[in-house]
């Protein structure tokens, strides 16, 4: 798995390619744990380059969601497709999750 | 409203039939899970692998008892049974741990957790969004069996002692729906 950031004025988009996995979805947790450390507002977390997803990706997506809601800043979720939604569906939290189809959608629903 | 799935617990239920199925035995060495997985999932026929989805399902089983029953105790091995059809697929996974004991317990989550989906509460969701134990560490995502159950619509069956799980999934027989003449 490779992380990415790109930025569009204030709003943080993490490029998330590869596999969430057992073995590394922890990285997501740590990354967005310190973008939060650095007050960082806005997030987008695309997966559009995500081919495979398991119990600890979306476990590691679960956390980071609860985080951020609680702190009441924002955070979307896109590019949700393929096997990963799927296994999504499977644990029934589309609804659950910020979901939005594109980056450019995601980053017109976080502009003020 | 959709009733929760539940996992069974059950010596004699007929997915523990071993029958004609392959079996393997790994050590519990929780760098090769997916190294494991791949090696029972290459018998599974195109048709069900559902692009990655029957392997990622078998990677929790396998998980589950490496790292769960086993406790990444290389001495400790698991041992698995499968079979795979283009209309089904079966496996049974064992550990040399002591058994998952919660059963009980994580139906009743599950029932709350199907609870707050149906009203859509995602407020009170949030409580059952994973299912954590006291020995729950911060890679567990507790939230591999809420997917089982759903995944595997044959059952998720533990034995009594709880250090064995069969799981069996029907796949709908798909019919092409023009007939398209062989050349």
Not at chain 1, 26 to 45: A, G, P, R, S, T
Not at chain 2, 162 to 176: D, E, H
């Amino acid at each position: 798995m490779e992380l990415k950031i790109r930025k569009s004025s204030d709003i943080y988009i993490i490029d998330v390619n590869g596999e969430m996995d057992l073995y590394n979805s922890y990285k997501l947790k740590e990354l967005v744990m310190k973008m939060l450390e650095k007050k960082i507002q806005k997030f987008i977390i695309n997966l559009e380059n995500v081919d495979y997803i398991d119990s600890s990706g979306i476990g590691a997506l679960i956390y980071i969601c609860s985080t951020i809601k609680k702190l009441s800043l924002k955070l979307l979720i896109t590019n949700v497709r393929g096997s990963v939604k799927k296994v999504i569906e499977l644990t029934k939290l589309m609804g659950y999750f910020p979901i939005s189809g594109s980056v450019i959608e995601a980053v017109k629903q976080l502009t003020d | 409203m959709e009733a929760a799935k539940k996992i069974l617990q059950d010596d004699n239920h007929n997915l523990f039939s071993k029958d004609n199925m392959f079996t393997k035995e790994f050590p519990s060495d929780f760098r090769r899970i997916r190294y494991f997985t791949l090696m029972i999932v290459q018998k599974a026929p195109p048709e069900i692998k559902e692009i990655n989805l029957l392997e990622q399902q078998i990677s929790e089983v396998i998980k589950n008892a490496v790292k769960h029953g086993n406790k990444s105790d290389p001495e400790k091995t698991i041992k698995v049974w499968y079979t795979f059809s283009t209309e089904e697929a079966r496996i049974i996974v064992e550990d040399k741990g002591e058994g998952f004991q919660n059963i009980d317990e994580w139906n009743a989550f599950n029932v709350n957790r199907q609870d707050c989906l149906s009203k859509e509460d995602y407020i009170k969701l949030a409580e059952y969004v994973s299912y954590r134990t006291e020995k729950s560490d911060d890679n567990d995502g507790g939230n591999a069996l809420f997917a089982a159950v759903e995944y595997w619509n044959q059952g998720v069956v533990f034995s009594s002692k709880g250090n064995t799980v069969a799981l069996g999934k029907r796949f709908p027989r798909k019919r092409p729906s023009i007939e398209l003449d062989e050349a």
